[in-house]
Structure formats: structure tokens, C-alpha cells
């Protein structure tokens, strides 16, 4: 049978210039901070992005700088397809209004799953760039995308990331945090993600697939910890919990 989908976020952004938005949402550099892997824009065309073996072209079909832009929406052989939509809007007294569609239509009888790992996925995406954009608007990312092990507990996992943290439980939006000595709060956190954010830094955790923790950080200081770095950090993670069962 499968499963059509549509969603919608709107945030209005005090102090936060439609430049300063459409520099996020269209350009590779502004994309490198809030979003996944790497990216490139030919302004007008398409949308390149680089994941790990996953490198989509996604043609863009609405590109009005400063208001609107569009891209995706190619459907596969199975029917499946998402495409995202970002309307932007200035405000009265420096604010603006950004509004960001995602639709789609996820193919067969086991969409469920996929649907509910997608949807707890957009909502992180769409957090991180409204944080992003309140807090670093105008400032380049360093991406880093760091794999980790394999998860079979997943709540004794969040729960053991939470004590990492300086918690007694898994982490909740709004927490107060130090991630590694840094100070920082959760900015968005549900069953299957976390982001925090520091003075130089989105921090985010994703469950993956198929169950693998996922590390996908954003920096924007000169803190020189690479990919191998933080997928040792996920397994020294991982070890802990282990040890908390025991």
C-alpha cells in the first residue's frame, strides 16, 4: 500500500536576517551547519548531497533568493520520493518568519518503521536549523559524521549517554548538560535522537540504521577531534552501558 506524508514547521527568528536564512537553507557552506553530510548547491539547479555511499541530486524546482526555494521530489522505481519546501518571510522589527514543508510517499506494507525513524529524524533536522539559525546565523560549520556500534538496548543506551551528561536518566529537552568538561544544553531530544548545543558547537546522537548509534556534529571552534575520535567516544559509550547491565 504504502504511505503519503506531508509535514510543516513554522518559526519566526527575532534578530535573524532572510539573508541570513537563505544563506542556511541555499548555499553547501550554510547547509554543512544544520543538516547531514556534505553538501553543494548550484543555485537555481540542484542540491548535491555526500552521506557516507548515499549521494542524491535533487533538482531544485523553486529558486526565488531570499523567499522561496524547493528541490527534491524524484520518484524511484518502487514510487518513493520526498521533497522539502523553505518559505521565507521578513517581519516587522527584525524578525523573520521561516516556514519548512517536507512531503514524500514511502512505498509497501512495512512503512511504518521507516516512517517513524524519518519523522524523528525531520524534527531533529528541522530543530538543529532553527537553533542553528538563532544562535550561529552567519557562522560555517565544520561537519563531522562519526559511525559507531551496533545497539541492542536502546533506553539503557540514552540513559547511559544521559550520565555521560551529568544526569541520573536519559537527557530531555532543556537539560542543562556538560558534554566532555562543556557546558551545554538539550535542544531537542526524542526516542531516537539528541542534540545539544555549546558555545561552539551542535552536538547530535541518532539512532541508526539498522541500529547503530550515530554521531552527526556541527562545529564551529577549532576543536580538532575528528570522526575516529568520536566513533572511539561511541564505543567507549556503548562499553559503559554494557557494564551498567551487569
Known sequence: MGHAFTSADEEELPGVTPEQVWEAIATG??????????????PGVAVEQAFGAYRPRHPITAWEPGERLAYGGEE???????????????????????????SGFLPGDDWAD????????????????????RHFAGRTARPLTAPGPRVTDWPALWAALGRRLGLDR????????VLDGMPGVVY???????GIRTDGALYRFFRGVPDTVTAMHHVFTDDHRDERTWSTWLGDLLVATTRSEN
Open 188 to 194: 531537542f531530544a526524542n526516542g531516537q535522537t539528541l
Open 114 to 133: 521507516e516512517f517513524e525513524a524519518m519523522t524523528a529524524g525531520g524534527q531533529m533536522f528541522r530543530r538543529t536549523l532553527v537553533t542553528y539559525l
Open 76 to 102: 524511484e522505481p518502487d514510487g518513493r520520493f520526498v521533497a522539502y519546501e523553505f518559505l521565507v518571510g521578513a517581519r516587522e522589527r527584525g524578525s523573520t518568519v521561516l516556514r519548512v514543508v517536507t
Open 170 to 177: 536519559a537527557a530531555r529537552t532543556g537539560d542543562e548538560v
Open 29 to 42: 557552506p550554510g547547509i554543512d551547519s544544520w543538516f547531514m553530510g556534505v553538501n553543494e548547491v548550484e
